[in-house]
């Protein structure tokens, strides 16, 4: 039987509930498909901050590292840490330790949700460039609490880091229905962005079957609200990336449903895997968390190590329960708790 070694991370907030609960589901799936799933608990959040003085140990990375994935639930409680602390602290150091360059969002909606558009079949899956562009954390301040004070935020964009996410994202196209955007800005910002489009083109050639479209960013950002169904992979800046997953998870149905994978495609380092709900501290421990998004997260996960018919399995489930709605928390308009959700999921599993 093969066994994987998962680091959980609950983190902060409604992190801890979700956490408990999408492995809960996960472990259901493993006993059906017959593997090992072997969890390791590391609390680290803005609690570890405020006792120790650091999100995560100075070794943390060098004992996440001979873990199969990571299991995250969340990061960040802005009133006891500031989120810049919190974030950098944590999530970051891990993405780009292990070189976490791949950022990828399924956006659809499961059967029996009603997102807020009159749109329907609309199946986006978001590349987003996770560890250089506008958050390569390049630049500075000077003249500090002064009228003079500058601040510089540099961009910073790679032939390396361009290409490589761009052949990820043209490999998935291929693998589904042979149609890419790529997003830039480039009539606005020309150097970066000019840059983008000369490495998709040059990228393009070594995938004739793939046609590509590119857009600026603002008017993918209409055509996600106008005409989702247009689209099916979508490659853009860790910025642009950002903010185009964001109204992904608004237009499936909201952030319950918003999961993610931060892939090393290359492997041989864990890969990340979470819900992108944030926090929410005004609901943690209530039982009121919506867990789909980190059950979705972990189907992503199990995918990732080779489980390819237990993440089918997840996500089928999930789909009959959201599609019943007998079973839904409150965000759903339902009274069922965090717990009951994964219990309904995982009953689905076991058949």
């Not at 490589?164 to 480039?186: D, M």
Request: charged share 20%; glycine share 10%.
């Amino acid at each position: 039987m093969t066994d994987h070694r998962i680091a959980l991370i609950p983190g902060d907030g409604i992190g801890v509930d979700v956490v408990e609960a999408g492995w809960s589901v996960l472990q259901a799936a493993a006993r059906r498909f017959g593997f090992g799933l072997q969890g390791d608990t590391f609390p680290w959040s803005c609690d570890h901050y405020l006792r120790h003085g650091a999100m995560m140990p100075a070794d943390g990375i060098d004992r996440l590292r001979p873990y199969a994935a990571i299991y995250l639930g969340a990061v960040g409680w802005p009133a006891k840490v500031p989120d810049s602390v919190s974030l950098h602290g944590l999530l970051l150091p891990i993405r780009k330790s292990f070189d976490l360059y791949v950022n990828a969002r399924p956006h659809r909606l499961l059967p029996g949700v009603q997102g807020p558009l009159r749109a329907e079949g609309f199946d986006i899956l978001c590349i987003r460039e996770n560890t250089e562009g506008e958050y390569s954390g390049a630049g500075g301040r000077v003249h500090v609490g002064t009228p003079d004070e500058v601040a510089v935020e540099t961009s910073v964009f790679t032939r390396r880091g361009v290409e490589r996410i761009l052949r990820y994202a043209f490999a998935q196209a291929r693998r589904r229905s042979g149609r890419l955007a790529s997003v830039t800005k480039s009539n606005a910002q020309k150097h970066s962005m000019v840059f983008w489009d000369e490495v998709t083109e040059a990228v393009a050639a070594d995938f004739p079957d793939v046609a590509v479209t590119r857009y600026h960013v603002d008017a993918i950002a209409a055509r996600f609200v106008t005409d989702p169904a247009s689209l099916d992979v979508v490659v853009a800046s860790n910025l642009f990336g950002d903010i185009l997953t964001d109204i992904g998870a608004a237009i499936q149905g909201g952030l319950g449903f918003a999961a993610s994978a931060n892939l090393n495609p290359a492997g041989g380092v864990p890969s990340m895997f979470e819900p992108v709900h944030g926090s929410a501290p005004d609901i943690a421990g209530t039982g009121r968390a919506n867990p789909l998004a980190a059950i979705w997260s972990g189907a992503l996960m199990l995918d990732h190590l080779g489980e390819t018919e237990a993440a089918a399995a997840t996500v089928a489930a999930m789909e009959r329960v959201v599609a019943r709605g007998a079973v839904a928390t409150p965000d759903r308009g339902g009274t069922a708790t965090t717990a009951a959700v994964a219990e309904a999921v995982a009953a689905e599993i076991a058949g």
